[in-house]
């Protein structure tokens, strides 16, 4: 039984050695493996949401328990899932052009689709505060700001001005601190204030999604990780010898959370290098 246990968890590890890590640096650690990841986000109540790529939604505990489940009546691959709003959870699909917005329990208290005459092809959207959508329009490449209870386009901002060129790959986008970020392949992050008017350009290259914890980003980058002042630029880095593959990282007040397509791993903040931020 106790090698049976043993093999159990070498399995659950995300590609490492060990479920429990001894290491000196970030501590013990649960691991859970979901072999389809498709989007992963951490909410402020301690709470993981994780989505697979027909958009299923599952929730987890940070003790790894998987305790419940969303399953959507038409499905499609997420594009974006936000749980680290007080109150709601995101969730968008550019191949649905829907959008969903869920309470705490995963339950659907506002659900539509993108309104086709005002916004010709949503190519990425994020929940904003006051009961808007950041929509990114790739027709007519702007940035809209709409209210999904009025489903009106409130206003909207060109990119053509500010962006060095019209062909685009959208990582992500994020509002964070009543500030809109656009994260695109091979250009940087882009910075608006919530009126969408340009602020400045990060010449930082996240591979995917957009990390923040307070006034941080945070970039997994090879073997380390990559903490980024979006205000002052000051950078900091923290070694990640793991010996798994680490391709993202979620930070809130309790929990550190680094994960791959195949599982995540829940670190216990205090007992990491991040414990201080």
């Given at each position: ?6 093999l ?13 890590s001894?290491e ?7 691991a859970?493996?979901?072999?389809r ?6 909410d402020?109540?301690?709470?993981l949401?994780v989505a697979?790529?027909e ?10 328990q998987?305790?419940?489940?969303f ?21 968008f699909?550019t191949?649905l ?12 208290i506002?659900?539509?689709?993108i ?9 990425a ?6 009961n808007?959508i950041?929509?990114l ?6 940035i809209?700001?709409?209210?999904f209870?009025?489903?009106?386009i ?5 990119l053509?001005?500010v ?5 685009l ?9 009543n ?5 695109i392949?091979?250009?940087?992050i ?6 969408g ?7 930082v ?6 990390s ?45 959370i ?6 995540f ?13």
């Amino acid at each position: 039984m106790a090698r049976i246990k043993a093999l159990l968890l070498l399995f659950l590890a995300l590609g490492s050695g060990k479920a429990f890590s001894q290491e000196s640096e970030w501590g013990d650690f649960v691991a859970v493996e979901f072999p389809r990841l498709d989007k992963i986000s951490l909410d402020n109540q301690d709470f993981l949401f994780v989505a697979d790529p027909e958009g299923n939604l599952y929730q987890y505990n940070l003790s790894g328990q998987r305790i419940n489940n969303f399953s959507p009546p038409r499905q499609g691959r997420l594009t974006q899932l936000e749980a680290f709003w007080t109150v709601n959870i995101f969730t968008f699909s550019t191949d649905l052009q829907e959008y969903r917005i869920l309470d705490r329990f995963i339950n659907p208290i506002s659900e539509n689709k993108i309104p086709a005459e005002n916004i010709a092809l949503a190519k990425a959207a994020t929940l904003g505060n006051n009961n808007i959508i950041w929509i990114l329009d790739e027709t007519d490449l702007s940035i809209k700001q709409f209210d999904f209870r009025t489903r009106r386009i409130l206003q909207q901002q060109p990119l053509n001005l500010v962006l060095e060129n019209t062909s685009l790959d959208v990582l992500d986008i994020r509002e964070h601190q009543n500030l809109l970020f656009l994260n695109i392949a091979g250009q940087g992050i882009y910075i608006f204030d919530n009126q969408g008017n340009f602020i400045k350009r990060l010449q930082v290259f996240p591979n995917g999604r957009l990390s923040f914890w307070k006034g941080y980003l945070f970039l997994v980058e090879k073997d380390s990780i990559r903490l980024v002042d979006f205000q002052s630029g000051a950078e900091e880095q923290f070694r990640l010898s793991l010996g798994a593959e680490v391709t993202g990282i979620l930070v809130n007040r309790k929990a550190v959370i680094l994960y791959n397509k195949r599982g995540f791993r829940i670190y216990q903040k205090e007992n990491t290098p991040l414990k201080g931020y």
